[in-house]
């Protein structure tokens, strides 16, 4: 396995103090063995506190099902201080957010000043809608820089926002909507995405059918097409926000004042409202983002993410912005008009650090060279990628054709749940190998543990964990403790179980193998295999639905299903079940949502207290049919029989 060295181009004139691999241990160190005592100095230091914390850590792993543990829990700050009001003595017009429209070149810039003025409008309007500290609001937008302002006016006030990716359908927008007693929705009329318009306020309007808690559903006009607005509770962003006064002070708040809600799928049951927190979360994304990607003064700083997910929260909006970065923001997607888009975007930007997913880096690399190799990147420093493993032959090309051998690669492991990166190359410091997320950042303290709990040392394969709190992770899941505590920590009692699977090599470096559970990650996008099956059995022909994923060439992992098809039901016209049954999963879950593969079985393979052996769905469905172990403890072993013959696959 080849480890490649940092470029020489990339720790040149680091100001990192992590910028060797010395300075990275040195401070690893440091941070172990006085945790609290560097948090709080770190945090002092880094963060526009209104009441400067003393109190490191509270509570912990071990005292989790009590309480939610604490961070910096008598300091008060409010998060947008820190994005915004301290970068206006030195950075005023220096350009916050670059947008990048869906027509190409179509973009605009905004200042730390004129962002301040927006946030402090729309934060203005809000409270003129009574809305204020504590309360819920929805944002339901696209990738448009108004979705920013919506994030930071919420945090301004101390409302707490839930942002719900524009391609959720309207059923996952009401049990959101209907779990957080959100009281406001922020949308927009229609989002544009290559070309197409997404009906985000019509999808909105459908999901509050009934819920009369929503009083206001504030619309930012993105085109000139006609929507219905419903009187008395829609009003126009134009008309409420923009005659607002530029001046609204931030509500402080205490440390561990709810800054989101952000909500994602779990193995089991309906997704989780993962609670951050406005000390901790701003610490640890703005310490990450900074750290990570090496950032510098003039970098232009460009992560391809959605607002709708984690990586947009931490890594386009609060991370960057609380480091004063030039964070750009993309609305469309990266093959229109054609698949150099990214690569355009980079070179009319001067983009210095880049930041996408492994699924688009193996669809791009599928279109040919020549759609990179005819713009110049040579702005470009650090490329990084999240949101699942990155296959080395992905990785390969990314570091050859897009950084042209220049460029330092993080591949940067974390969740919804850790709020920011933990595991990942420190762009000046650490040397490369594809496909590894490597060293633990400052604060994380990885383990590794068999199906047991037995800790595993040196060169191991296990179940991940963590082993110490630290400032950025989630503290709650929301309305649902219990459930927090038994997802996370029932499993390895004193640790965070992660869900992951990791090895872990001779030097120490970390090779994520994906999830243990039954989460999904199709895309970059994780999908909860429940979701699916209490969907799809929606329709009258399906009585009975087993999803697991399947390794898939662009999109990381595919979606297979299993169907058990009702009494009177068969599957002769396949492609109208198929359509019938995506139909289903666009309402019930969103667009994103798609089977790859459908089987349909005589049975599920259930065990004669009547669970379903899950490892055998997986194993079929991986191509692994000879791999299934020991199956004598099924019901009617029969079924297995079944399922080996009719298993499909892609090709
Ligand atoms: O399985 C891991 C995978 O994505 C999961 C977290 O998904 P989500 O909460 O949606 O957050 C995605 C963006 C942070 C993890 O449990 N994952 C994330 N990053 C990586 C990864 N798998 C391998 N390598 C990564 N760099």
Known sequence: MTTYEVPARVREGSPNPMATLEGYEALYGE???????????????RIAWAKPPTQGLGGGFDQIADAPLTWFADGQLNATVSCIDRHLATRADKTAILWEADHPGEDTSWSFAELAAQVNRCANALKARGIGKGDRVLIYMGMVPQAAVAMLACARIGAIHSVVFGGFSADSLRSRAVDCKATAVITQDFGMRGGKRIELKRVADQALVGIDEVHTVLVYQRTQDAVEMEDGRDVWWHDLVDGQSDECAPEIVDAEHPLFILYTSGSTGKPKGQ??????????????????FDLREDDVYACVADVGWITGHSYIVYGPLANGATTLMFESIPTYPDAGR???????????????????????????????????????????????PINPDAWEWYHRVVGEGRCNIVDTWWQTETGGICISPIA???????????????????????????????AAEGLLCIRRPWPGMSRTIWGDHERYVDTYFSMFPGAYFTGDGCRRDADGYHWITGRVDDVINVSGHRMGTAEFESALVHHDAVAEAGVVGFPHPIKGQGVYCYLVLSEGHDMDDRGELERELQGILRNHIGAHARVDLYQVVPGLPKTRSGKVMRRILRKVAEGQPEALGDISTLADPGVVEAIKAGARSLA
């Open 342 to 388: 990214y690569w355009d975007l980079v070179e009319r930007h001067k983009v210095t650090i880049f930041y996408t997913a492994p699924t688009a880096i193996r669809a791009l690399a599928a279109c040919g060279d020549e759609f990179v190799t005819r713009r110049d990147l040579s702005s470009l420093r650090v490329l990084g990628t999240v949101g699942e």
């Open 275 to 292: 609670v951050h927190t406005h000390g901790g979360y701003i610490t640890w994304t703005s310490f990450t983002h900074q750290h990570v």
């Open 428 to 458: 000046p410091a650490t040397p490369t190998k594809p496909g590894s997320a490597t060293l633990p950042v400052p604060g994380i303290e990885p383990v590794l543990r068999d199906a047991e709990g037995v800790v595993l040392d040196g």
């Open 31 to 45: 941070v172990s063995s006085d945790p609290d005592a560097f948090w709080v100095a770190e945090t002092t230091r």
